[in-house]
């Protein structure tokens, strides 16, 4: 079981470029959550998928950002116009399943908007 | 304000002795999970708790979901135990899983 799978592990892009990460939950897993890391705020939930539908995305800023999953082994994050404080760590995470405890991350993309 | 308030953001310890972590909930939440994170930056799972108390070597958590609050006790810490510690709770729909702003724990000898 390689865990969590996201790629790159750094991305660095240009002020207006558009960035777009990637997950691969653990097989088996029906659910996938997208979390971003910032000094300034912690880790913040940005969205959640379960059987790749997604259920809630209210911690997604409302421009520039989406996130999908057109099947269970991938999930996307992309970033279009990146801005410098879209710079962060972002993490995905997955569950077995829906309300089922453990989250298991993977190691995160460390994105650096210049 | 913030649903999960973490205590203290930094803890400093001597080889040897021990210490609590805290988080209280604003809001009533279903569990608790509590992690670290290691060297390359990823979260490892510490303890995952829907109520009462885990108990893994010198790490031991509980949660209260009544009072709202979650505890992690170290204790006999080692140099390897430094790091940044993060509980994070479910809420009750085990929609979102709201993370504390860490602690971060260093060991001396």
């Known amino acids: 079981n390689a865990g969590v799978i996201q790629t790159p592990r750094h991305k660095v892009t240009g002020k207006g470029q558009e960035a777009t990460l990637w997950c691969e939950p653990i097989s088996g897993h029906s659910a996938v959550f997208w979390y971003r890391q910032t000094i300034v705020q912690g880790l913040e939930f940005l969205t959640y998928f379960r059987n790749q539908a997604p259920i809630d995305d209210s911690g997604m800023p409302k421009e520039r950002f989406s996130a999908q999953m057109p099947n269970q082994s991938h999930s996307t994050l992309k970033i279009q116009s990146t801005q410098p404080q879209d710079s962060a760590v972002y993490l995905c995470?997955?569950?077995?399943?829906?309300?089922?405890?453990?989250?298991?991350f993977g190691a995160g993309t460390r994105l650096s908007v210049l | 304000g913030d649903q999960v308030e973490q205590s203290p953001s930094a803890l400093s310890l001597h080889e040897g002795t021990g210490s609590a972590l805290r988080c209280n909930f604003t809001t009533t939440m279903r569990a608790v999970q509590w992690f670290r994170k290691n060297s390359r930056g990823s979260l490892i799972n510490l303890f995952y708790l829907a109520s009462g108390t885990k108990e893994n070597g010198r790490l031991k958590s509980a949660f209260d979901s009544k009072e709202r609050y979650s505890t992690l006790h170290i204790r006999d810490a080692q140099l390897e135990d430094s790091g940044t510690y993060f509980c994070a709770a479910f809420d009750s729909g085990y929609n979102k899983l709201t993370f504390g702003k860490g602690t971060v724990l260093l060991v001396s000898p």
């Open positions: 995470a997955s569950s077995l399943d829906w309300g089922q405890n453990t989250l298991y």
